[in-house]
């Protein structure tokens, strides 16, 4: 089958798609090694610790230790609950939903079609692909002893946050977590070193956007953080980048990090700034979340608050053609290197029937101001006779507009892949990007852009993707996830890797490259496209603290060396 062919070249992901081969995954004595370090020892291997020894490190963790039971669990036979299951479809798509469990995520093709909420009772429910145990950490010696534990028992650790990521990277079959959640911390303090003197918010590994931006509101201030305020914000978010509405103003999440608290693999705890171990600060701002040390906590520039202004602008298809409700969609584009050069940003969402920019955001720029911007863009699709909406409003601090425009973002819904847009192309290829952009929109998806400005380099260099630098839009694709059809969702990788990505890619030269964080994950020259020339140097710094490689994640630097075996074993090439 051909699908087989283009998968098996992304070393690692093969399980999704073979079937099993020979014995069951678990419990096997054949596939059972005592101490064979080329793998990590997985369940119903000799070298998996005993009931006794879990309890045991269960005592280290004062209790914390939780063993999984995926939370729908409640939908399957073993333990059917059918109102405890209808609420559980009724809020699948909320972020709190995975935030709150231990084990659940949000990516839901890393959970292999096992303990599906909409698969009927008697569908399969076993741990699987999901972790096997997790420590709700709360204190730096939890995170500490589960390090070591790991460490000692060659367990595959994961450090998992909010459980957002897209590309399987909070996750894995047989691993540990140190779960961050709720180790929250977070104070505004006077920052100052060679490069930045003043405000600052220190924030622990559990924080998220939403927290942060509060705080900093309570004082005055604002601080850069993603569209949704339920993302972590020293986690995945920070560490891969980092856009959001403040990003035209102040630049990418990486590029606000003073200072970062780690554990090292080695069980270290150090600091990292541009002064102190200056390559894991380099490595930490932008390499990507998961594999060069567990953060404890960050340090990020906060800005004082200011007027907050925002524009809708949305129109359908309804009554007009095609070809005309993508002139509108080129129309939009075109206009937006001037709005982002004023220091806007924006989302926007876009499919085969409807334009959605909602909200644009000008941080510090008055309504008006915002209105005469748009003055051009609306005055062209006037000019094509599109009927479209567009309303502005405009509010006394950053936090009251993040409130009032993106206080809920839906999740579990998509598989996804994308494109860095070069302004360039925006300013010279308008008709080759509308021209992807519809044909990806009559593949059933639903394309999403947040628009940038981050040209600017940062005060302190960072390994941040030096793509971003040269963008203006990070371009989102999504196919429908189907919780019920594993042959369209297979079919939709396939679609994603041959036809969706290869096609932004050969409107930009040299292919372009993509946000690590909104890559898709069956990218087959992802240490390429997401690392953009990063990707050796980051590798050396990688090694320098993680010298056994006890930390790995999906797409992460380093993870190249090993691979993901059919039964979900991770094993070293
Ligand atoms: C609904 C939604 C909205 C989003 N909006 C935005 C947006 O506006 N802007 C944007 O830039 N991105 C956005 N993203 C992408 C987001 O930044 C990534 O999914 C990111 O990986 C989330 O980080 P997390 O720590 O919250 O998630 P997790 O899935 O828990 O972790 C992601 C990665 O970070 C690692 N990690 C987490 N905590 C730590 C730690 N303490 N130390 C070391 N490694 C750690 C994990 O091991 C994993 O590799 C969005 C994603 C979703 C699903
Ligand atoms: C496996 O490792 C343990 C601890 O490191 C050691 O005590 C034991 O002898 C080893 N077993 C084998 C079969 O090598
Ligand atoms: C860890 O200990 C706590 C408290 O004794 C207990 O509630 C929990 O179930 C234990 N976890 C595991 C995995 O046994
Ligand atoms: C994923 O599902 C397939 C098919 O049921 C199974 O063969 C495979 O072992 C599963 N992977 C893991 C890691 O459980
Ligand atoms: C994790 O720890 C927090 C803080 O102690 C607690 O509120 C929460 O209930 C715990 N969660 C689980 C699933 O054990
Ligand atoms: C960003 O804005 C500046 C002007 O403020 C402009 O010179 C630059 O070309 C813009 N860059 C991108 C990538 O949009
Ligand atoms: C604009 O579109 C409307 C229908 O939406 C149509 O009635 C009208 O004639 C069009 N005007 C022009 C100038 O094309
Ligand atoms: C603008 O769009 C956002 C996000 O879709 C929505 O929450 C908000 O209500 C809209 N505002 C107006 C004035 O239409
Ligand atoms: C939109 O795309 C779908 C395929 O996803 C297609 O069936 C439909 O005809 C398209 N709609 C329009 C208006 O072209
Ligand atoms: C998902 O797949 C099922 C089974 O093929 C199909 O009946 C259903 O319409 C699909 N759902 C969507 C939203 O496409």
Redesign the pocket.
């Known amino acids: 089958m051909t699908t087989h062919g283009i998968f098996i070249t992304v070393a690692g992901l093969l399980w999704l798609l073979l079937p099993v081969l020979g014995k069951p995954y678990e419990g096997s004595p054949l596939f059972s090694r005592a101490n064979d370090t080329s793998c990590r020892c997985y369940p119903g291997d000799l070298c998996w610790p005993t009931e006794s020894i879990w309890n045991e490190f269960n005592k280290t963790v004062g209790g914390?230790l939780?063993a999984t039971t995926p939370i729908a669990a409640v939908c399957h036979d073993a333990h059917y609950d059918e109102s405890e299951c209808q609420h559980l479809e009724d809020v699948w798509y909320v972020p709190e939903t995975h935030i709150e469990s231990?084990s659940s995520i949000m990516a839901p093709i890393f959970a292999n079609r096992s303990c599906d909420p909409f698969l009927p009772p008697e569908s399969p429910c076993v741990i699987g692909a999901y972790i096997r145990y997790a420590v709700?950490a709360?204190a730096e010696s939890d995170f500490q002893a589960t390090l070591k534990f790991a460490k000692t028992h060659n367990i595959r650790l994961v450090i998992r946050n909010t459980a957002h990521d897209f590309l399987g990277k909070s996750s894995g079959p047989g691993a540990l977590a140190i779960w961050t959640h709720?180790y929250k911390s977070l104070e505004v303090i006077d920052y100052a070193d060679a490069h930045y003197s003043g405000k600052a918010l220190k924030a622990s590994a559990g924080i998220q956007v939403g927290d942060a931006l509060q705080v900093a509101h309570d004082s005055g201030l604002v601080i850069v953080g993603g569209t949704c305020s339920s993302v972590g914000l020293v986690g995945g978010y920070t560490q891969g980048g980092g856009h959001g509405f403040l990003a035209s103003k102040f630049g990418l999440a990486a590029d606000q990090a003073l200072e970062w608290e780690v554990l090292t693999a080695e069980g270290n705890i150090l600091k990292a700034s541009p002064s102190v171990n200056p390559d894991l600060y380099w490595a930490l701002a932008g390499g990507g979340g998961g594999t060069y040390a567990v953060v404890l906590s960050l340090t990020v520039k906060a800005y004082p608050d200011q007027t907050t202004s925002t524009a809708n602008l949305t129109w359908t298809n309804t009554g007009i053609t095609q070809d005309l409700f993508f002139e509108g969609v080129r129309t939009f584009a075109a206009g937006l290197p001037s709005l982002l050069d004023a220091g806007t940003a924006s989302t926007w969402l876009n499919s085969n029937t409807s334009f959605s920019a909602s909200p644009v955001v000008g941080f510090g720029i008055k309504q008006k101001e915002l209105d005469a911007l748009f003055t051009p863009i609306l005055d062209n699709l006037q000019q094509l006779n599109i009927s479209y909406d567009y309303s502005s409003a405009e509010f006394p601090t950053f936090l009251d507009m993040y409130t009032a425009m993106a206080s809920y973002c839906e999740t579990a819904l998509f598989q996804v892949g994308g494109r860095l847009i070069p302004r360039s192309i925006l300013l010279n290829s308008l008709d080759d990007f509308t021209d992807a952009l519809r044909q990806i929109s009559d593949m059933n998806t639903l394309v999403s852009g947040v628009t940038f400005n981050v040209s600017k380099a940062p005060d302190i260099e960072n390994a941040a993707n030096p793509a971003f630098r040269e963008a203006s839009v990070s371009l989102l694709v999504g196919t429908y996830y189907n919780y019920t059809n594993w042959g369209e969702d297979i079919a939709n990788q396939v679609l994603m890797t041959d036809k969706i990505v290869p096609m932004l890619s050969s409107i930009i030269p040299g292919g372009g490259f993509s946000y690590l964080n909104e890559g898709n994950p069956f990218e087959p020259n992802w240490e390429h496209v997401f690392y953009g020339g990063n990707y050796e140097r980051l590798q050396t710094i990688k090694d320098k603290y993680d010298p056994e490689g006890l930390l790995y994640a999906r797409t992460a630097v380093g993870s190249n060396r090993w691979t993901e075996r059919v039964d979900g074993r991770l094993c070293r090439l």
Request: glycine share 0%; no cysteine; hydrophobic share 15%.
């Open positions: 914390k939780i231990s709700n709360t709720y």
